[in-house]
Each structure stands twice: as C-alpha cells, then as structure tokens.
C-alpha cells in the first residue's frame, strides 16, 4: 500500500484534483456561509454610507484572476446599486477593462435606474501604475481628460465639478496583485485619509492584514469572503435571491470545501509515507 | 506508470467520443451575438433633444443656463452635417438565454455567429492543450505555448503603443495632431507639454543600442530611470512601511476600558503581536549570530514567520482552487452547455 | 566616462526626487517620472518584440529543434501585432462617428477583442489554474514536517483550510457543544475555540505581527539597496568600462 | 565622486528643510454674521433671483471662513461653516431632511457672479477648493440646500483668500529626522567599512547554496537558470535581483557553466546584459559572454511562465535562482523546478510568495535577507557596511515600538485623558504621524 503511494506518480493527483473540482460543480452542492466580522467590517463600510454617496470603484484584475474576484466584484456594484451610490469605475490594469465593462453590464441589466454620467462613469485605464494614483489623488483631468467613450469628463453631471478622488466617500479596490490594494493605501487612501475597502485573493490577503484597520477598513479574503459577502447582502436585501448570480461565490464554495479537503488528505498521506521512511532509515 | 497511461488514453478517448455526439447533435459550443445597428446622425440629434428638454426644464425653473450644456449643444449641431449616412453595427455577446424573447418567439437581433463560434472552440481546445501540460510536455503544450507567448507579447506591445505612446507621450507633445486624428476626445484645454521632450530623448536614447557605436548611450536613460526609482521607493517604503507600519504597533499592552475594565482578549492579541513583530525584527538583524538570548529570541521569530507562511499557503489555496472552478465554468457551461445547478442557462 | 557620467545622472535624479518629497511644489515630479517610465517602456518593446523576432528567425534559419513552434509563435506575434495595431474590424466612437480611427482598440465585437477573448484570455487564464494541480502534488510531496519550523507552517495551513469553509465549523461546532456538556460552561463563551474564528484569531494575531516584521525589514533593505545604489556603491546594473 | 555630489544634493535637501521650518502657512481669515451683510456684500446670484419661492427655504449656514490650505503648492483653500440650524444629525422617522447638502459657491478675483465650486454633504461643515490659483483672490459663499427650488439665503465669507504655496511640506518633518537617521547610518557605516574597519555579520544560509548550487551545475554540464521576477526594472525587487545576477553571472563565468535569463520586460533584458556582460569581463572570460542566453520572452505573467516552464523541462537545468518580485508563477516556476530535479534558490520580497518558496526550494531569502545578498555576495567588505546600517534602522524601530507601547500601557491603566495619552499622540501623530513638527 505505502509503496504505491511512495511511487505515486503525481499525474493521479492532478486527475483526482480535477474530479474534486469538477464533480461537486456539476452537482451543484451548497454549504451554509455566515459573514464573519472582517467581511462585516466591509459590508457596513458600504451599508453605512448615506444612500447616494460617491465611491471609486477601483477594479484591478486580470482574466486570470477573474475566478476567484469576479463575484466578490458583482457583490461590490450591486450593494452599491442597492444603496443607490454613485459609482465611478477605474482601472490601472490593461487586462481589466473588459472586467470593468462586465460589471457595468449588471448595472445596466438589474438596474436600469442607473443612467451613465449621472450614476456612475467608467473612467477605464490609464497607463503609469501607482503613477496614475497618485496624479488622480490630486487632479483627476490631468489623466483622465475624457471617460472610456471618449467623452469630455466637463460635460458628464458625475465629473463636471470633481477635481480629484478625495472627493469620494469610499474607495472600493478589487485587487489581483500590484499596482493594487497596498499601492492605493500608500498613495491614496493613507496620505489623504480616504475611506478604503478591498477584496483580493487569497495569495494577496495576508500582506494587507497589517493595513486592517488604521489604513483599510477591511479586506475580502478570496472566494469564501466573496461568499459571505453575498449572504450579508441577501440577508439584508432579500429580494436578490431570486437572482441565481448573486450566489455565484456561494455557489463556488463547493468545490473549494473538497479540493480543501483533498489537499488535507494529501499532506497527511504524503508525511505518514515520510514518517514511515525516516523509521527504515531510507530517506 | 504503465496503467496510469492506459487510464488517461481511456479517459481521452471517452471524453473525445462524448464530444463528437454532443457536437452533432448541435446542442453545444455555439456562440450568438445581438445585432444593433447605430446611426451617428439619429444619436447625435437624440442627444441633441435631450439637452434641448434640460434647457426647456432649467427655462420653466426660471434657472440661469449653464455655458457647458449649450456650449456642447452647440458643438453637437456644428458636426450634425458630416454624420451625414455613417451608419454601423454593432455586435454584442449574447448569452444563450437571450436567444428568445420574453413572450417565448425567437429574437431576430440575435444571431448565429461563426467567428465566436470558431473562437470559442480554439478557446476550448486551447484549454485543454494547455492542461496536458500535467500530462507531461507535448506537441500540444508546445504549440499552445508558441501562441501565448507570440500572442501575449503582441498585446502587450499593442496595449503600451495605444495608451503608452499615442495617448501618453503623443497626446501630450502633439496634442491637436492627435485631436484630428486618433484621439478626437483629448480636451481642447490639452496644450502641447514641451517637458515630454525628455521622455521621448530619453527613449531615443534607449533604442541608441540597434545603432552600430556608442550603444552604451543606452546607459543614460536606464541610469536616470533606476535612480528616480531608488529615490521614489526609498521615501515612499519608508514613510509607509517602516513609519506607518510602527505607528500601527504602539498599542497598550494592557486594555483597559473604564466601563468594562480590563480587556484580557484584546490584551493579549496586542502583546502577542507586539512580541511577535519584536523577535521577527531581531530574527532579521544581520549584526548577531543567531546564539544565546538573541537566538532564542530569532527562534520565536521564524515560529511567527512560519505560522504567517502556513496561514498564507492556506489562502492561497483557496484561491488557486477558485481558478480550476473558473476554467471548469467555462468548458462545462459556456462550452459544453451542461446545465449546472444554480445558473439557468 | 561610459560608468561615471550614468553614476550621477542616476544619483542626482535619485536625491531631487527624494528631496521632492518634502517640496508641495514638487511632490508631483515622482508620479511624471513614472509617467515617463512608463512611456520609455513602451518604445522599449521595440527591443523586447525585435530580440524575440530575432531570436527566431535564427531558430528557423538554421532548422533548430522545435523551429516549427518559432514560426508558430512568430505568426501568432506579427498577427496579433497587425490586427491590434490597425484597429481591424473596430467601429468608431459613438461620440466621434466622423472619426474613424477614434474607436477604442479593445472594442467589442473588434478583431483586437476576439483575439484577447477566444485566445490570450483562455490560454492565459487555464495556465494559471494549472496553479491548483501544483499544490496539489506539492502538498503530496513537498510539504513535509521535516522540523518544527516545518511542523509549525503545516499545522496553520490544515487549520486555515478547514477555517475557511463550512467544513471547519462542521467538524469543530460539534467538538465545542461536547466541550460545553462535559464543563458546562455556555457555548458562546467557547466560541472562540471554533476553527473559523481561530483563523480569524491567526490573521488578526499572528500574520498581522509576522508581516509587520517582514513589511518592516523589507521597508529597510529598499532604502539601503537604494542608497547603494544612488550613491554608486553597488553599480552592477550599470555594466562595464568598455 | 559621485560619493561628494550625493553629500552635495543631500545637504541641500537639508538647508531646504530649515528654510521651511521657519515658513508657517499664511492664514487670512473672516467670519460674520452673514444674512443683512452677506447679500449687500456679494451680489446677488441666482438662488437670490428666484427668492422667495413657496414653501420655507432652509436657514442658512453661519460663520464661513476661508483659510489658506497649509502644506499644498498654493492651490487649496479650506472653507469652513457652521452648520445651518436645520441641519440636524438625526432626523425622526417619517421626516425628510431639511438640509440636503450645501454649495460652496466662489467669486475669483471679484468678478461679478459667484460660480460652484463644490458641494458638501449634510452634517459636513468644511470643503477643500483644490482648484485654486495662488495669483487669484477668492470670495466664498455657502448655500443649504433642501432641493433645487428651496436653497437657503447665501452666508459669505467676508475678506478674499488667495491661497499661499508653502515651500516646506511642515506634515513631513519628523519624517525628514527620520530619513536623516537611517540614511545616515547606512552611509555612515559604508564609509567606515571603506576605511578599513572590519565588520561582523552573520551567516545567511540561502547565500552559501548559491556558490555549491553553480558549482553542481557545472559538474553535470548542465545551465543555469536565473529569473529576475515578472516586473520591470522600476522595482526595487527587480535591481536587487539584478544585483545578485551579477554575482551569479560571475561565477557561473568562473566555473565556466553556462547561464540563461528569460526575461519578461525589454528593459529588464537590456539592464541583464550589460550586468552579465560586465560580470564576464570582470571574470576575464569575456569571451564566454552570450547576448542570447539573456532573452525577453513576453511581458504578459502567463505567456511568460508558459515560456519559461517549457524551457525548463526540455533544457532541464541543475540549478534555478528566482531573485526578485514573483506573483502567482512562483509556485509553477519552483513546482517544475523540483520535478526536474534542480537546486532551487529563492529570494523574493513579495509575502504572499515565500510561503511556496519557503515549501518548494532548497534555500529562500526571505524579505530583507533578499536585498542583504547582493552585499553579501559581493564579497565587497564596504558593502557589508549597509547591514549595519539596516540594524541601526531596525533598532530604531524595536525601540520606538517598546517605547510606545510601555507609555501606551501606562496611559490605559490611568485611565482618563492626561499627560501620558498627550505623549502617545505626539508620538503616533506627530513623530509617526503627519499632524506636523509639534502638537
């Protein structure tokens, strides 16, 4: 037995890997979720905001990252929507305009309330990294001269009079990595205490530990977050749940519970073999 | 070895067989678009109507007008003549359960569209030639590779060309050029910045490296970047990792609340972190030999460092897995059109 | 005078920008200068795009192993280049119909955005997710408590992943409501003993000093490596005489 | 040389920093009761015009000061109010509230009508005007506004602003000390190394498995294989990880072992030449030097990673260095690397990677200990001379954090607000902080 998983060739792993994933997926399992305090933390910074209230939702991901962010980022705009804020959408990512378009996309089929330039604006990317952060933290238009369509930011109600992004009631930064949560902290949100929420992924969750809570109000900590997100908003905004994509998150803890698991397996296998040689003296 | 070949080929083989069946009987892997035609003049002239019924309400609120709204107005009309029949249309993603209208009948906007239909099969196979990576290195990886690598480098290029280039060093030094040409919504207030001179010699510069002689020119510009980019961190980690991040550690060791006196939770989490970024700072302190007190002390450190390594692992894991989860999404759902409990096609 | 001059254009750029710092008036200059970066690295493509093509062009000329991929990758590259480039298949802006080039490059339904959807995107992201199978097999075989350090790492890790899904409440509310009967003190007050609220408790606690101390010390090394550098200490990026 | 203008520029930065300390922010300020003055003084704009509408506008606000913004480049100016009266924190069910929001509007340089400058919420009883020119003067007025067709009366500020640009950020002072004290000590103890003290510092073992791992690859004929991370070189991490290729590139110029690095940006490529180049000259083996060994594959993460695996299991080479900023790769970079069986040495400043690292490599260079190897490797005892600099910087640290926290405990125990919690501020606001030299 210990021989055959001691030659184990590691092509089993990925095979049973991908079945852990793919079953529970197409089986549709759910678990319960209940919001823990950090994700808390970061629905009422949105929930507590006056109805209405400006936020720059800074969405920098990356198709290959959408995975795990795409529905904490759905969750973000449409508690958002639900509190009628204003929503100015930016980027520092290339790769994340389409991202952008696609959660504009549920604004413009849930609430078609929301009209462009009066409730939200798509500013979309500029190139410069933390570059950019730094010059919209104190003028706006000297980057941003026109939205994504082209149009003048002057002729747009939102923009016409916003000078800079200190004039936003909240940041809400959806991050993959760098430019991200720990450039927008150390160039906007600390020098010019501005209110400042994010999701990352779960690689990026623990360097923003340290932020939480003097310099960040709070972080979403990958897709279990994203999920209790979710529940925290159904729980107060019921009438979502007939919307099946609003439990995306949810929906994907199901496989994250057996993949979990199977990983757990394997290092327990994987150190009894260890054990067991260091005893016969092999290894 | 030997068996575990055999399993996969049995698996491949089943998995192509299933695919065949599902394809001919033409209940998956199509992709469909929403037709919308766009008129410029017809657009512009709405846009124009809806400025006139803000101008009438402001009039009947006896408000004064503001110069922006009839100034664009104005701007608006001026162009109204050269939009004279441009007409286009315009393609939208449709997803399968927009294939029918609310009342049930088919909707004509929507349409069969082979581009995305091919697209999403090269996307698919694509997929899995590189997932046989895992299997080991092969003719498929290999050429999938040779796409991404080619393909992506090209985005990139095309992607700095458009926003590093044109609008960045362009937009700035010749701005009315760019006006007229690619970037007509660049604002009239944009004037010629002649400080991009410098970017643009600098770049000069750089590409001095193709010429035959003094390549070494090339040294300049990389010497001015590396050096704004070692004084630009130097204060900016400074000030936020270094100051901020002790600001953040001074707390009280003892909490203690007039109301509910003391705090023994929060007590002890603030003196645990407080040891615990102590002896990490002293683990990292090269002046000592990791001996006597100042090795105990480090030892405690690594203990923290790796219990913050564990715990990143494990959220990273979560992660990673949320990944698979999004590739699966789209081979069975997108792709594959399984229905998947939770999502209503 | 190929080293020396390079020195201290790098350290006098280095010192105005620190001083900028300090400045109001020059607090700007930092971000231009990145501005600036970002603009030179864009042109540099030219050398990064031209030394790829080179590098292949050698691989098919002289029929080195795998020269069939070089042409592969080179078509992909030129292909992707020529489509992105000129806007193929791209409409103009809505609010500039009269100006035909004003659409933007990643348009929907443009030849710039297929290419980005049905190729990079799908290549790009399944290699990221081949990421899980990794872990999959490190954890099989690179995770080992080969020491206490080792020990320490894994044993967070299994308490992170159960925490984080429902599966560590399942196995742990259980434990506690059986730790309550025996001691009979209420559940609440045992909560804390619940796997996802340790998590809660390592992220709050431990990682929260272990990355201080790590952000710390790497906050120290930048400025010492960057003083090195601006002041010509450490110049091996800086190459030689000749 | 170089040496000397550093000092220069340094100097200078600190005569800078004394000539500012003596500038405080001009302050030009003025309240009064608005109403009766406020419509006499400014002429009336168009909330006056449409006055009186039907229905009770709301009060308007009272005592409007316009002051200089301090520490900006003369182009901000706060406009301060107390609230309108109907203005209430909270309003009772069923009410609306009275008072929406309030227009800041302004007057530049006493032209005739007074335009909008922003707007405030309700409850908010101060705006910033960042849109300000120092050769301008600015009139402000402020308006309750309930909703469109009911705003309150204009309150003005009596006397004109114009905002004054500071030559010395004073918010950045302490943090100039600070500055001053770490970069003092690394330059400090570099010019003592130079005259020949002798330094101790500890081992690092990560530093000593990069000579043995050269060393390995040499002997199975096989390459070697250096990754300076996926950003470019306008990343600390990257010109670290540049700095180590230097050395690697040196000995693997020594044993004569031949070295590969795929990069992801060009000028990462660019800069990797000339340091490996001059690593071989330095060497003497110039003529081992291969421009191509040192290549730019993709600037995209995963094309890159693609590349770089591929090259991996088909070139297979005995030893990997992955030296600088990493993200999600690291783990299919080291993954791959243990399947073919290669010593792998790690260094990174990115957390979130270490862990992988930590698990999957031979020997990590964990945070500081990353930038510490160049010095190391060196073999240059000068260079040595910034550790110590970095333990002076360290030792600041611990001693601020015990300081702090001892005075911090004391001020919980006493309870009340006294002289201790005013020690805490000051330190936490004020040296740590940005509410300037002194409370």
């Not at chain 1, 979502?240 to 290092?267: D, F, S, Y």
């Not at chain 4, 006493?110 to 600015?138: I, R, V």
């Not at chain 4, 979130?352 to 990590?364: I, K, M, R």
């Not at chain 4, 990353?370 to 190391?376: H, T």
């Amino acid at each position: 037995m210990s021989d055959f998983f001691r030659n184990l060739d590691r092509r089993w792993i990925f095979l049973v890997m991908g079945l852990s994933v793919a079953i529970p997926m197409l089986m549709g399992v759910v678990f319960p979720e209940e919001p823990s305090q950090e994700v808390l933390d970061v629905f009422n910074a949105v929930e507590d905001l006056e109805d209405g209230s400006n936020i720059l939702m800074a969405y920098d991901y990356d198709p290959a990252s959408k995975g795990e962010l795409e529905p904490m980022a759905a969750a973000f705009v449409r508690h958002c929507a639900e509190k009628t804020h204003k929503l100015y959408f930016i980027t520092l990512w290339p790769a994340a305009i389409p991202m952008l378009q696609k959660n504009i996309e549920i604004l413009n089929r849930e609430y078609p309330e929301y009209t462009y330039g009066e409730h939200y604006v798509n500013l979309g990317f500029r190139p410069g990294n933390e570059g950019v952060i730094k010059v919209v933290v104190t003028d706006l238009k000297k980057l941003y001269g026109n939205d994504v369509a082209g149009t003048d930011l002057n002729e747009l109600p939102m923009t016409a009079n916003l000078k800079n992004i200190q004039g936003m009631d909240l940041i809400v930064n959806v991050s993959a990595g760098t430019p991200g949560t720990k450039e927008w902290v150390q160039y906007a949100g600390t020098p010019f205490d501005i209110k400042m929420v994010a999701g990352v992924t779960g690689v990026g969750y623990t360097p923003l530990v340290p932020y939480v809570p003097a310099q960040l109000t709070g972080v979403l900590g990958a897709i279990k977050a994203a999920a209790e997100y979710e529940e925290a908003v159904l729980q107060n905004y019921p009438e979502l749940r007939k919307n099946p994509a609003t439990q995306e998150g949810l929906r994907r803890m199901g496989p994250q519970l057996v993949a979990h698991m199977l990983i757990i397996t394997l290092i327990i296998i994987g150190n009894i073999i260890f054990f067991m040689d260091r005893k016969r003296g092999v290894a | 070895m030997k068996n575990s070949t055999i399993i996969w080929l049995v698996l491949l083989v089943v998995g192509g067989g299933y695919l065949m069946f599902r394809t001919g009987s033409g209940s998956m892997g199509r992709a469909y678009v929403r037709h919308e035609t766009f008129d410029a003049k017809a657009s512009f002239e709405e846009q124009i109507q809806k400025l006139d019924n803000e101008e009438q309400k402001d009039i009947a609120d006896g408000k004064k007008l503001p110069e922006a709204k009839s100034a664009a107005r104005e701007r608006l009309e001026a162009r109204l003549p050269d939009l004279e029949g441009i007409t286009w249309t315009k393609v939208k993603s449709a997803e399968r359960g927009e294939l029918t209208t609310d009342a049930g009948q088919p909707d004509p906007a929507v349409v069969f569209s082979w581009s995305r239909t091919i697209g999403l099969w090269i996307a698919a196979l694509g997929t899995f030639a590189i997932m046989s990576f895992l299997w080991g290195d092969n003719v498929f990886y290999k050429l999938a590779e040779a796409v991404v690598v080619g393909a992506s480098a090209a985005y990139a290029m095309v992607v700095g060309f458009w926003t590093g280039i044109i609008q960045n060093l362009f937009g700035k030094l010749i701005p009315s050029v760019m006006r007229d040409t690619v970037l007509p919504g660049l604002p009239s207030s944009q004037h010629t910045e002649w400080i991009y001179i410098i970017p643009l010699v600098l770049s000069v510069l750089m590409l001095w490296r193709l010429a035959p002689v003094g390549g070494w020119i090339s040294r300049w510009p990389l010497a001015f970047f590396i050096g704004a980019t070692a004084g630009i961190r130097l204060v900016a980690y400074l000030d936020a990792d270094f100051v901020q991040q002790i600001a953040n550690t001074i707390m009280p060791l003892i909490v203690f609340d007039n109301k509910q006196g003391l705090l023994i939770g929060k007590s002890i989490g603030n003196i645990v972190i407080v040891i615990g970024v102590l002896t990490c700072l002293i683990y990292f302190f090269f002046s000592f030999e990791h001996t006597g007190a100042v090795g105990s002390a480090a030892r405690v450190g690594i203990f923290f460092l790796m219990i913050t390594f564990g715990a990143g692992f494990g959220f990273t894991v979560m992660g990673r897995i949320a990944l698979i989860s999004d590739r699966f999404n789209f081979l069975f759902y997108d792709w594959l059109w399984l229905p998947l409990p939770g999502i209503d096609a | 005078m190929k080293r020396t001059v390079p020195l201290v254009i790098a350290a006098v750029t280095g010192f105005i920008l620190i001083a900028s710092y300090f400045i109001p008036y020059a607090q700007s200059w930092g971000e231009e200068a990145m501005i600036w970066f970002d603009i030179l690295a864009a042109i540099a493509f030219v050398l990064g795009g031209g030394n790829l093509l080179k590098m292949h062009l050698q691989k098919i000329s002289n029929r080195r192993a795998g020269w069939g991929f070089s042409i592969v990758t080179i078509s992909a590259f030129l292909i992707t280049l020529f489509i992105g480039l000129s806007k193929m298949g791209v409409n103009p802006a809505e609010k500039f119909p009269e100006w035909s080039w004003s659409g933007d490059y990643l348009q929907e339904g443009g030849g710039f955005k297929w290419m980005y959807d049905f190729i990079y995107l799908p290549l790009a992201a399944t290699m990221f997710s081949l990421l899980a199978f990794y872990i999959a097999s490190a954890a099989f075989r690179a995770f080992r408590a080969k020491n206490t350090e080792a020990l320490i790492l894994l044993g967070t890790a299994f308490i992170v992943l159960f925490g984080r899904t429902y599966a560590g409440i399942y196995v742990s509310q259980p434990i506690i409501d059986g730790l309550a009967s025996i001691t009979g003190a209420e559940v609440e007050s045992l909560m804390s003993l619940r796997l996802d609220r340790i998590t809660s408790t390592i992220t709050q606690v431990f990682i929260l000093a272990g990355n201080r101390a790590i952000t710390i010390g790497i906050a120290l090394g930048i400025v010492s490596l960057s003083l090195k550098v601006l002041m010509g200490v450490d110049r091996s990026y800086l190459g030689s005489e000749e | 040389m170089t040496d000397r203008v550093s000092w220069t520029v340094a100097l200078l930065a600190i005569a800078v920093a004394v000539v500012g300390l003596s500038e405080r922010p001009a302050m030009a300020q003025a309240t009064l009761d608005n109403k009766s003055e406020a419509k006499a003084e400014s002429p009336p704009v168009e909330e006056a015009e449409t006055e009186p509408k039907p229905g009770n506008p709301p009060q308007p606000p009272s005592d409007v000061t316009a002051i200089d913004r301090p520490d900006d480049a003369g182009t901000g100016i706060i406009v301060k109010w107390s609230l309108s009266p109907d203005d209430v924190a909270k309003v009772d069910e069923g009410q609306t509230r009275k008072v929406i929001r309030y227009e800041i509007l302004r007057q530049v340089d006493g032209q005739d009508d007074f335009t909008l400058a922003g707007e405030a919420n309700f409850q908010k009883s101060s705006f910033n005007d960042l849109k300000c020119d120092p050769n301008s003067s600015y009139i402000y007025q402020v308006v309750a506004v309930e909703n469109e067709d009911s705003k309150s009366t204009p309150a003005a500020a009596a006397t004109e602003v114009s905002p004054v640009m500071q030559w010395w950020d004073t918010r950045r002072t302490w943090f100039l000390v600070i500055l001053l004290m770490v970069c003092g000590a690394v330059i400090q103890f570099i010019r003592l190394a130079r005259a020949g003290r002798s330094l101790k510092v500890r081992k690092i073992a990560g530093l000593e498995a990069v000579n043995e791992a050269v060393g390995r690859a040499t002997e199975m004929g096989r390459s070697c294989l250096f990754i300076p991370g996926i950003l470019d070189i306008n990343d600390m991490q990257t010109v670290a990880g540049i700095t180590v290729l230097s050395r690697v590139a040196g000995l693997a110029a020594e044993y004569g072992a031949s070295l590969e690095v795929p990069t992801s940006r060009s000028l990462v490529m660019t800069t990797a030449r000339e340091t490996v180049q001059a690593a071989y000259l330095g060497a003497g083996r110039p003529d081992a030097y291969n421009e191509d060994n040192i290549y730019y594959l993709t600037d995209e993460q995963f094309g890159y990673v693609a590349g770089v695996t591929g090259t991996m299991v088909r070139d297979k080479p005995a030893a990997c260095f992955y030296m600088g900023a990493f993200f999600a790769e690291s783990l299919i970079l080291a993954e791959t690397g243990n399947s073919i069986g290669a010593i792998q040495v790690a260094g990174t400043a990115m957390p979130s990677q270490l862990p992988f690292f930590v698990a999957a490599c031979d020997y990590t260079l964990i945070g500081e200990e990353f930038f510490a190897a160049s010095a190391y490797l060196s073999g240059e005892e000068h260079q040595l001379g910034s550790l110590k600099g970095q333990d002076v910087g360290k030792m600041i640290g611990v001693t601020l954090v015990v300081v702090g926290c001892l005075v911090a405990s004391l001020a919980s125990l006493s309870g009340g607000d006294n002289a201790l919690h005013d020690v805490v501020s000051f330190l936490t606001d004020n040296v740590l902080g940005d509410k300037g030299f002194l409370p």
